[in-house]
C-alpha cells in the first residue's frame, strides 16, 4: 500500500513539474526607462548634471545644527522666526516626531562648519545639537569674476 502511495505521489509530482511551463509578461511604467537614463546620465558625467533652479538638490551626508526641540508648535515657529530674523541665508528644517518638533538649520559639509555656526548661537539658543543627516546641497554661485 505504501508503495502504491509513493508511486501516485511520484508521479503527481512529476506531471506538476512540467505544468509550469508559460508565458511572462512584464508590464511597467514608461518612467521607469526614463529614470533609468537618468541614472545612466548622472553616473557618466560625474554627478554634473544641470539642476532646475529653486529645487534643491539633496546630496551626501552632512550636518545640521538643531536650535530647539519641544511639543508646543507655537513655540517653534516662534524660535524660527527668532532665528531667521538673525540669520536669513541659513535654510532651517523643521520636523516632526510624536510629539516633539525639532528646529535644525543649515547644510554644512563639515562638523567644523556646524561647530562655529553653534559658537555663534550658544547665547542665544541654549540647547544646541549637532546632527548628522542627508542636506541639501548648497547653492554655488555661477558667475566667476570675470563675468562681473
Known amino acids: 500500500?505504501?508503495?502504491?502511495?509513493?508511486?501516485?505521489?511520484?508521479?503527481?509530482?512529476?506531471?506538476?513539474?512540467?505544468?509550469?511551463?508559460?508565458?511572462?509578461?512584464?508590464?511597467?511604467?514608461?518612467?521607469?526607462?526614463?529614470?533609468?537614463?537618468?541614472?545612466?546620465?548622472v553616473?557618466?558625467?560625474g554627478g554634473d548634471v544641470s539642476a532646475k533652479p529653486n529645487k534643491?538638490?539633496?546630496?551626501d551626508y552632512g550636518y545640521r545644527v538643531q536650535?530647539?526641540?519641544?511639543s508646543d508648535r507655537r513655540e517653534m515657529f516662534n524660535q524660527q522666526a527668532k532665528f531667521k530674523g538673525s540669520?536669513?541665508?541659513?535654510?532651517?528644517?523643521?520636523?516632526?516626531?510624536e510629539p516633539?518638533?525639532?528646529l535644525r538649520v543649515g547644510d554644512f559639509r563639515t562638523r567644523l562648519e556646524a561647530q562655529r555656526l553653534m559658537s555663534e548661537l550658544r547665547p542665544t539658543f541654549p540647547?544646541?545639537?549637532i546632527f548628522r543627516e542627508k542636506i541639501n546641497a548648497p547653492v554655488l554661485d555661477s558667475t566667476t569674476d570675470d563675468q562681473k
Not at 511597467?28 to 541614472?39: H, Y
Not at 534643491?56 to 546630496?59: A, I, L, M, T, W
Not at 536669513?88 to 520636523?95: L, Q, R, V
Request: aromatic letters at 20%.
Open 100 to 102: 516633539n518638533y525639532y
Open 1 to 41: 500500500m505504501k508503495i502504491i502511495y509513493t508511486i501516485a505521489c511520484f508521479l503527481f509530482l512529476f506531471k506538476a513539474s512540467f505544468a509550469q511551463k508559460g508565458e511572462v509578461t512584464v508590464v511597467k511604467d514608461p518612467m521607469i526607462d526614463s529614470l533609468i537614463a537618468k541614472r545612466i546620465e
Open 43 to 45: 553616473y557618466r558625467t
Open 127 to 129: 540647547t544646541l545639537f
Open 87 to 97: 540669520y536669513p541665508k541659513i535654510n532651517t528644517y523643521i520636523i516632526y516626531k
Open 56 to 59: 534643491p538638490v539633496v546630496s
Open 67 to 70: 536650535v530647539f526641540y519641544g
